[in-house]
């Protein structure tokens, strides 16, 4: 089983952006397909962004469209989620998980691998 573990979070104003970073272990992050989700205070874990294991197929929930970037560097064991323009409402915990499957997907049941997570803070 591949271990991951998230960085790159904190405190910005709104406007900013952050580079989410998730490092694997354990096993060869390009076995897997990649997940990024979210769980804010109070509400359900919700699905941001997930990425082929080549990265030539990515998925992004709408609040995300256009302004977060998802990608990967299977060499560097490492998946990453650029964050720009960011707002209050992204602040939330962010998680990396890895897909059980080969496909690309937003079901967080279809994820089987999941980071302890990094604490993003969009402040107004």
């Known amino acids: 089983q591949v271990q991951l573990v998230e960085s790159g979070g904190g405190l910005v104003q709104a406007g900013g952006s952050l580079r989410l970073s998730c490092a694997a272990s354990?096993?060869?992050?390009?076995?897997?397909?990649m997940g990024w989700f979210r769980q804010a205070p109070g509400k359900e874990r919700e699905f941001v962004a997930s990425?082929?294991?080549?990265?030539?197929?990515?998925l992004y929930a709408e609040p995300a469209k256009g302004r977060f970037t998802i990608s990967r560097d299977n060499a560097g064991n490492t998946v990453f989620l650029q964050m720009s323009s960011l707002k209050p409402e992204d602040t939330a915990v962010y998680y990396c998980?890895?897909?059980?499957?080969?496909?690309?997907?937003?079901?967080?049941?279809?994820?089987?691998?999941w980071g302890q997570g990094t604490q993003v803070t969009v402040s107004s």
């Open positions: 998980a890895a897909h059980t499957t080969l496909g690309v997907g937003r079901q967080a049941s279809d994820f089987g691998s």
């Open positions: 354990g096993r060869t992050l390009s076995s897997y397909p």
């Open positions: 990425i082929s294991r080549s990265g030539g197929t990515t």
